[in-house]
């Protein structure tokens, strides 16, 4: 296990042991919604409108890696910069120690290369710990990558948890209360773009950008076998009610919801958005988000009168 100290002054970052550290930040996800990925001390930026939603759950297969940081120069820089710092943490220190602590730098001014340091994803609950296990910095020569470095298949797995797609905004006809046997139609209002994009890119060094678009609706009765049938030809968005209309996309329920839990069919709306990456030739789960609409369904009821004898 690398000192923690070393990374402190590696990334000139304060922080105390067992604390979550501070540093760069690249978050795929609005402040009051959860993600699959919460980057922490990463140079990784993310962008795109697949930004801001809810995450579906995906998870980034590695919670600790290695990135491509400073040259030689401003890695040396950087450390003479924390000069105070280091004889705060070492008050019995001495100039000649910091002199020792810092030719570990100089050593490589000249050389072609980089230093990597450790970055993690906060949203891993293995993210900390596997993280502290990294060492602070390390020295790779151009062209390189160190054991536990960063690859762009990586970086397509972290812009894949940071996408999301819009939870559905059901529209029900009838809207209100359905009836035995007559057609609910279902559709979907304010999706917004169809197409849904994020680029995680690591500025200089590399980019990877995944792609999602809306490909069909799924819809699930919320009624136990027999009681109802479902219409699933619903293309991307459903298919809003019209007047004389073919029913292609809803639900058809064959008895009354009176005996069901508050009342009502608990119906489920699907969409599903297949993901693509650009140049890469390995393949996602499509993204997918539910919304859920109460159904209360009734029965027509009719009044057969009995005509006078004779009428």
């Not at 919604?33 to 801001?52: D, F, P, Q, W, Y």
């Not at 790779?140 to 905004?169: D, F, K, M, N, S």
């Not at 209100?176 to 849904?196: E, I, Q």
């Not at 009354?256 to 969409?271: L, Q």
């Amino acid at each position: 296990m690398r000192s923690l100290l070393t990374y402190v002054l590696a990334a000139t970052l304060v922080t105390a042991p067992g604390a979550d550290p501070g540093g760069p930040v690249g978050d795929g996800f609005q402040n009051d919604r959860t993600s699959g990925v919460v980057l922490r001390n990463s140079k990784i930026v993310l962008s795109g409108n697949g930004l801001g939603a809810k995450s579906d759950g995906y998870r980034v297969k590695r919670p600790c890696w290695y990135e491509p940081g400073d040259n030689a120069d401003a890695m040396l820089d950087r450390q003479q910069d924390v000069r105070e710092y280091w004889f705060h943490t070492n008050p019995t220190g001495t100039e000649q120690d910091f002199d020792k602590f810092l030719k570990q730098y100089k050593d490589k001014v000249g050389q072609d290369g980089r230093w990597w340091v450790p970055a993690y994803n906060a949203a891993d609950p293995d993210g900390l710990s596997c993280w502290t296990a990294l060492e602070g910095a390390v020295w790779v020569p151009a062209g390189g990558t160190p054991p536990g470095g960063i690859t762009l298949e990586e970086l397509y797995q972290i812009a894949r948890a940071a996408l999301t797609v819009p939870e559905p905004q059901i529209r029900l006809s009838p809207e209100v209360k359905s009836y035995v046997n007559l057609p609910t139609w279902v559709w979907l209002a304010g999706t917004g773009a169809t197409t849904r994009s994020v680029t995680a890119e690591i500025p200089g060094v590399m980019s990877a950008t995944v792609t999602a678009r809306l490909d069909k609706v799924e819809i699930k009765s919320g009624a136990p076998d027999g009681r109802a049938e479902v219409q699933g030809d619903c293309g991307p968005t459903g298919h809003p009610y019209v007047k004389g209309g073919t029913f292609r996309c809803g639900v058809r329920y064959l008895r009354a919801s009176v005996d069901r839990p508050r009342g009502v069919y608990v119906m489920s709306v699907t969409t599903v958005w297949p993901v693509t990456g650009a140049g890469v030739d390995f393949a996602f789960q499509p993204a997918q988000a539910t919304a859920t609409r109460d159904v209360p369904v009734g029965e027509v009821q009719t009044t057969v009168r009995e005509q006078p004898a004779g009428s």
